[in-house]
């Protein structure tokens, strides 16, 4: 479909692609991955011509359409949400304008009837090519995909320019997708989308005929869409067949032979040149030694694999240990121009719990992290934190604080611990910052970069309380890799906005969702949680059944009989929640009962007065066993009662 000839592109001095000869074939699903500045974007606008290569060739096929979203600068004329997607069938619209016009001009009395009948013929003709291409479907797939990317219907009116760039991005990528371009190049898709979003566009990808090239940060995106990895590094392209995962694992074999072939080589160089210093006076061996000579200056040099910031690990400072109860969130709500974006919010975390906070755009997730902050004030309800919190908040805002007169390695050091101070530089690699990077000032920094500096300054805090607002939005994976294994390891508690799924993943133990203006509690795993919206979701995304079979096929089932069978299963659910709760509180009653005892026992004094020496040991681990399993059972409590009041909620909403 498309094939690079021996291109090359340079950019002044530098080279951004050597020689570089591929092929995309027809149905294609391809990952363009590698470091920031690489080239991946510049790859795309080759593709499309908008620049031109240095030398060498790149062939089309005839006809072939290519689809580009980049990351922004997206130029709309004033249409309004609706008629903007609607545009990808520019070719109905024109059809339907051809055939409105034909009976204004059948009216006219002067027209001869020759030319009558020619205009009758041309109105036939242009009806069975709009019956053809399905001109009924305008409206219903642009609603579709308009409400699958995040849309809702009270937004199809509203004027293009007066979106922020995030919605105007899901406007173009809802008229690309419209537009079944025979190739689709999308640049950093999910950067501005929700879960949901991501789910949706997932499935409708699925289904999409024609090639597709992919740069992404989001790895659990690029597993999930593509089938070959092309690794953008140093102006060439190398092909790993598979997924990411795949890529990872192949990546590191061939780095392992890379390193055994430059040893290998290494140690066969090594025994050259001592042949080469012993025998070079001896005139007997004088055609030998040459002859070495010309084999080591011929010898094509192995080099190592030049090391990656995946080896670098980070370690947050320890802070002092905070009190159980961190955070306590009481019937907030918040309303901005008279409007409310949420109302009778509560959460709570405990310490050392990592909780996710989930959403669509514009839910109020920033909103509600931003009063957890302080940084705003609710109308209604409190926010209590917990004794001996320190806590550290993260927000693309955040970089609002920086100096701007300090150079990059300035600004951490000024807060880097003594004993962090030798590893910053490698702390600011892995933040994407190397070399003369980070001699630059604050000042000339890109929003993105600020943020990614933001976020390294926050491993070198002493905190035990981090609440992060889309931390992963300007890393690429590799960084995140270095982040998410500091936050494992991390002994505090967290609070995470994000919607990169392959992040949150083992990384939290519970899942806020903010959904029309309400709170829900998910317990388990993010996997769980994505596995149950995924069930959700899959019945909308099904693109070959249209409204009216599903409608049909909804009307074959017994409403009531379904609703009988959920409301039998949950009953079954809330008993078995109800007896363990029950045997819970009867522990803990027992046990609150035993730890009484064991308090008199340790304040009577004859306890220590006794000659029996391992009796106070003895009572103070027991009193230490009983305090540890009341810990326990009380969390256990907490959970089962949650559980129990979401399965009284959903039997409750049951018909």
């Not at 943020?451 to 609440?467: E, H, Q, T």
């Not at 099904?542 to 009307?555: A, D, G, L, Q």
């Amino acid at each position: 479909m498309i094939r690079f000839h021996d291109v090359c592109l340079n950019l002044g001095s530098s080279v951004i692609f050597d020689n570089v000869s591929l092929q995309i074939r027809l149905n294609d699903r391809i990952g363009l991955i590698g470091p920031n500045g690489a080239g991946k974007s510049t790859f795309f606008k080759l593709i499309c011509k908008y620049i031109e290569p240095s030398s060498g060739n790149i062939i089309c096929a005839k006809d072939v359409k290519a689809g580009y979203l980049p990351q922004e600068c997206f130029a709309f004329r004033k249409k309004t949400v609706f008629e903007e997607a609607s545009s990808a069938f520019e070719n109905i619209h024109h059809l339907k304008r051809q055939i409105d016009a034909i009976p204004t001009e059948l009216e006219n009395p002067s027209l001869a009837d020759e030319d009558r009948q020619l205009l009758l013929d041309r109105y036939t003709h242009l009806q069975h090519q709009l019956s053809v291409v399905n001109a009924n479907k305008i409206n219903a797939e642009t609603e579709k995909v308009l409400k699958g990317i995040g849309f809702k219907e009270t937004d199809f009116g509203k004027n293009i320019e007066a979106l922020s760039g995030g919605w105007q991005m899901r406007v173009a990528l809802s008229k690309l997708l419209l537009l079944e371009p025979d190739i689709l190049l999308l640049d950093e898709p999910t950067n501005h989308l929700d879960v949901d979003s991501i789910l949706w566009l997932e499935q409708y990808l699925k289904e999409l005929n024609g090639g597709l090239i992919i740069i992404s940060h989001d790895r659990a995106f690029l597993d999930r869409n593509v089938s070959k990895i092309w690794e953008l590094e140093k102006g060439s392209i190398n092909e790993y067949h598979g997924n990411y995962s795949f890529y990872e694992a192949e990546k590191e074999k061939r780095r392992e032979l890379q390193t055994s072939r430059y040893t290998n080589q290494q140690k066969k160089i090594k025994e050259v040149e001592r042949f080469i210093e012993r025998f070079r006076a001896k005139n007997t061996k004088a055609s030998q030694v040459q002859s070495r000579i010309r084999m080591l200056e011929k010898m094509e040099k192995e080099e190592l694999p030049e090391n990656t910031v995946q080896k670098v690990t980070v370690r947050f400072p320890p802070a002092k240990q905070s009190g159980i109860n961190v955070l306590e969130v009481k019937d907030v709500s918040y309303k901005y121009d008279e409007q409310w974006i949420f109302q009778g919010i509560c959460l709570s975390i405990e310490r050392g719990e990592k909780v996710a906070l989930v959403g669509q755009n514009g839910s109020g997730k920033s909103t509600l992290l931003r009063i957890i902050d302080r940084l705003i004030k609710p109308q209604i309800g409190t926010v209590t934190i917990g004794h001996n919190v320190l806590a550290d908040y993260f927000a693309q805002e955040t970089a609002e604080n920086l100096r701007g007169d300090n150079t990059v390695l300035e600004e951490v050091e000024s807060i880097a611990p003594f004993s962090m101070i030798p590893h910053v530089r490698n702390l600011l690699g892995a933040f994407l910052f190397s070399g003369d990077d980070v001699f630059k000032t604050v000042n000339v920094l890109s929003g993105g970069e600020k943020s990614r500096l933001c976020l390294a300054k926050i491993l070198l805090k002493p905190a035990n309380f981090l609440v992060l607002d889309e931390p992963t939005n300007h890393i690429d994976i590799t960084t995140k890799k270095v982040l998410k294994e500091a936050l494992l390891n991390y002994p505090g508690s967290l609070l995470i906005v994000s919607h990169d799924r392959d992040f949150l993943d083992g990384l939290v133990s519970k899942v806020y969702e903010l959904k029309e203006g309400k709170l829900f509690i998910h317990l388990g795993s993010f996997r769980n949680f994505l596995e149950k919206r995924e069930a959700a979701l899959r019945p909308e995304t099904n693109r070959t059944e249209t409204k009216e079979t599903s409608e049909i096929k909804t009307s074959e089932i017994s409403s009531q009989k379904q609703f009988f069978l959920q409301k039998k299963e949950q009953n079954a659910k809330r008993r078995k929640l109800e007896k363990e709760l029950q045997k819970i509180e009867e522990r803990i009653s027992s046990l609150e009962t035993q730890k009484k005892e064991l308090d008199q026992i340790l304040l009577d004094p004859q306890l220590y007065n006794n000659s029996d020496k391992e009796r106070p040991i003895i009572v103070n681990k027991q009193y230490k066993t009983v305090s540890e399993e009341l810990d326990d059972l009380y969390q256990k409590w907490e959970v089962t009662h949650a559980d129990l009041d979401m399965i009284n909620a959903e039997v409750q909403n049951i018909p």
